[in-house]
């Protein structure tokens, strides 16, 4: 009833091939950022920000980087860790060595560094498929895992091979308090989220999705594979790797090559498959699954467990957690292959019909 | 309809959450000591980490049933981080606002720690780190909010050269001898690197660096190197399951467990116990303690904690290593908030400002430590605004078999190669935090 486009007419092209062709969606976006941008801060205390917030929207971006490359390309990759850390050890020898370096600047430096890294290791991706490109991908894991361990020079000669960084600014305003980095990270979320939904509905996507659909029909049809593929690697890279330079700089602040290991990379997946692939929204659920659910289940737990009067010890609620995050993952792949996203758009067009389904 | 009925679950679930949530937030009281816990009591480490939790929590319990620090209760409550850095800082955002304020973080992982040492000075929350962390966080001057009460990893590492040097004959005799070191591949393992490399230098012996990969139970590749190259001395630097897969291959391997020196991380009961025989003669550092299954506040644990039916963990592993050292630090802790309410008020509650102020001026001597029940466990502790560390005293203990026993005496590491370090390594790091140091006007206040 209140969700359906009748009547409203589009009467050019532009106004057709609008990123939100419905105008309840774009009130229902507009409102959203309002809340992200004015009424968040306003009211999340620093828990919220500091511990949930920020690296959801962070992973959040890893996660779109990603979703370029896996749901749009069909390149399976088991790398993302890998390139987030490029990213955020570029960014840091940029940051640290160069005096006066901004922080964007070091950032975005973070991830031209992760988009040649991704290229160098998106070229197996021309000769081997499938799950052989994901081992093939897992090499850049290893690879990085080995190179900021071993090369003093990455870490700046730091005698434990852990780095930090400190007074983060941003044209002169400094990124320290948890609201200032959650905007922070807010806007480059936000910048790269039209970024990549513009870019998958160009030209340059639907070549992605014809190589994620048939490649040689692709081929057929005038596609380069080799450009295609290619660009999906150094635009996913590039993402995945200012993701990467956020998560360094903004949430740890301190940390050493083991907070990007291979279970980020397969954190970074199962949130592209939980939540979508192939879906700029998805890799948004997605995140908000893996962030969110664990944190709460380990609050709730223990809360639950004095409610009937029976405590609950940490280690239990751990194995808990981790079971019924599990169960959650199953139960959601069994009810919706196509991930949360997929859920998402079946609820819209149940709403278009509502209260009147045929 | 399936979506119907997934939309009203989740709704029913999110009601019933956030209700839940809710409820506990409204208890907070200001008479309490809130002491937050950052254990990991699941993973890799858990087996290590969880006495050193229970003695944590158990010593907490002791200090109520003793009627709190000069009447001022204390709460306590956990948060598991299995170890892992971004939960870890996850835990400390959650629990460092409860009960009216954390008094202080203790987290047991250098990974955590360095995360943590960025935001303490920002919520003026001091950072307890007893046996590890940065060495140079001794360094009270540049580090404000760091404690590395009782030992360092550098200390450590020079404390171990000394007992072998003494075993040897003295500092000379080292001279071309070959010590491997074989350690977890992270920040905690790599801390004595720098320490080992100035005593290497200044005695000539050979050091050879073997890196372990996390979580340490693949470890074929390394002592194959230490069979080829035939070290003199195995250092251990290991945590958790590396421990005793490392025994176990130097059993395999033939290398004589008596010529290897472990960390104190590296000598505790889960490390050896699965290994019994086969880790006979194996030594380890004792940092200030040991096992002390007979000490004074062993027994008080046993009969005030364990006896009421409220001990955390079982009642065997009271008086263990790791979990003495849970003790130890609740203890550290505990004596901090003592100290800074001599100073701001007897019996009142003490913010995190007022609690470092204590733990900078420690002053643990022998008859305190008596009255408290560590008279045997350990030696004496006093802090100064520029020593975060304080004296620190460490002895090596042995496995015989089926238990931990003293076999050496007291060490203390030298402080003529520790503190240029500590000042050199401090120094570049409050360069590249752009940290001023305080002055010693400033401590006072």
């Not at chain 2, 290590?48 to 944590?56: H, I, L, Q, S």
């Not at chain 2, 010590?179 to 920040?187: C, G, N, R, T």
């Not at chain 2, 005030?304 to 039916?309: I, R, S």
């Not at chain 2, 802090?383 to 620190?392: E, I, K, L, S, V």
């Amino acid at each position: 009833m209140l969700y359906r486009e009748n009547g409203q007419f589009k009467t050019n092209y532009r106004a057709d091939q609008q990123i939100f062709p419905i105008r309840q969606d774009r009130i229902a976006v507009a409102l959203l950022l309002a809340a992200a941008f004015v009424a968040v801060p306003l009211l999340a205390d620093e828990y919220l920000l500091r511990a949930i917030l920020i690296p959801f929207l962070i992973l959040s971006l890893a996660a779109l980087g990603l979703n370029v490359l896996v749901g749009y390309c069909g390149q399976i990759s088991l790398g993302a860790g890998a390139f987030m850390a490029v990213g955020a050890y570029a960014a840091y020898n940029f940051f640290v060595r160069i005096d006066g370096m901004p922080l964007l600047a070091a950032v975005l430096l973070g991830g031209a560094c992760a988009t040649i890294v991704g290229v160098l290791f998106g070229i197996p991706s021309l000769r081997i498929k499938g799950l052989y490109l994901a081992v093939a991908t897992l090499a850049a894991q290893f690879f990085t895992d080995w190179a900021f361990l071993r090369i003093k020079w990455f870490t700046n000669d730091s005698p434990s091979g852990s780095v930090a960084v400190a007074g983060l600014q941003l044209f002169g305003v400094p990124i320290e308090s948890p609201v200032q980095k959650y905007l922070f990270c807010l806007g480059m979320v936000v910048v790269f989220a039209l970024l990549v939904k513009n870019l998958v509905r160009g030209h340059i996507g639907r070549e992605w999705m014809a190589i994620r659909d048939m490649d040689v029909a692709a081929s057929v049809i005038g596609i380069r594979p080799v450009y295609a593929k290619l660009t999906a690697f150094a635009v996913s890279s590039f993402i995945v790797g200012v993701a990467g330079a956020l998560w360094a700089f903004v949430y740890l602040g301190s940390w050493e090559p083991a907070a990007f290991n291979i279970n980020r990379s397969f954190d970074l997946l199962f949130m592209i498959i939980i939540g979508g692939l192939g879906s700029v929204m998805g890799s948004f659920f997605g995140a908000a699954f893996i962030v969110f659910l664990p944190i709460i289940l380990d609050q709730a737990l223990p809360a639950l467990g004095n409610a009937v009067g029976m405590p609950i010890d940490t280690a239990t609620v751990s194995h808990f957690v981790f079971m019924i995050f599990g169960g959650l993952i199953v139960f959601f792949l069994i009810v919706e292959p196509h991930g949360i996203a997929r859920l998402w758009s079946t609820g819209k067009e149940k709403l278009r019909l509502w209260p009147f389904p045929h | 309809m399936k979506l119907k009925s997934i939309a009203l679950a989740a709704a029913a679930a999110a009601v019933a959450v956030s209700s839940l949530l809710a409820a506990p937030a409204a208890q907070a009281q200001a008479k309490e000591q809130f002491f937050p816990g950052l254990p990991y009591r699941t993973g890799p480490y858990g087996p290590n980490g969880t006495p050193w939790a229970n003695g944590y929590a158990d010593y907490l319990k002791l200090v109520n049933a003793k009627g709190g620090i000069n009447g001022v209760k204390i709460v306590y409550e956990e948060c598991e981080t299995g170890y892992d850095t971004a939960r870890g800082v996850e835990c400390y955002e959650r629990l460092k606002g409860k009960h009216g304020g954390a008094t202080l973080f203790q987290p047991l992982s250098t990974g955590i720690t360095f995360a943590l040492t960025d935001k303490a000075p920002v919520d003026k929350i001091p950072l307890i780190t007893a046996g590890y962390g940065r060495s140079e966080s001794q360094d009270g001057l540049v580090f404000g909010w760091n404690f590395p009460l009782a030992g360092t990893y550098w200390v450590g590492a020079d404390v171990l050269i000394q007992h072998i040097a003494k075993k040897e004959g003295g500092f000379d005799k080292l001279k071309g001898k070959k010590f491997a070191l074989v350690y977890h591949d992270s920040p905690y393992g790599k801390e004595p690197i720098a320490l080992l490399q100035e005593r290497s230098k200044a005695h000539g012996f050979d050091l050879q660096l073997l890196p372990v990969t996390h979580p340490g139970v693949e470890q074929k590749a390394t002592w194959l190197q230490i069979r080829q190259s035939r070290p003199d001395y195995v250092l251990l630097w290991g945590w958790g399951v590396m421990n005793s897969v490392a025994l176990k291959e130097a059993q395999a391997t033939g290398f004589p467990r008596d010529k290897m020196y472990g960390v104190w991380w590296s000598a505790a009961e889960p490390d050896v116990k699965d290994v019994g025989d086969g880790a006979k003669g194996y030594n380890g550092l004792a940092m200030q303690h040991g096992a002390h299954p007979n000490a004074k506040v062993t027994k008080e644990i046993l009969a005030l904690v364990h006896d009421k039916g409220q001990g955390t963990g079982t009642k065997e592993e009271v008086g263990s290593v790791l979990y003495m050292r849970g003790a130890m630090s609740a203890m550290l802790a505990v004596e901090g908030v003592r100290r800074a309410q001599e100073r701001y008020g007897k019996g009142k509650w003490m913010s995190g400002e007022q609690t470092r102020w204590g733990l900078e001026n420690l002053a643990l001597d022998q008859k305190k430590l008596e009255a408290l029940g560590f008279g045997e466990v350990m030696r004496p502790v006093s802090t100064t605004c520029a020593d975060h560390m304080g004296p620190a005293w460490a002895r090596i203990h042995t496995w015989d078999g089926s238990k931990w026993g003293f076999t050496s005496d007291w060490y203390q590491a030298d402080e003529a190669i520790i503190k240029p370090l500590v000042k050199a390594t401090a120094a570049k790091y409050a360069a590249e935090k752009k940290i001023t140091p305080r002055t010693p006007q400033q401590c006072q206040s």
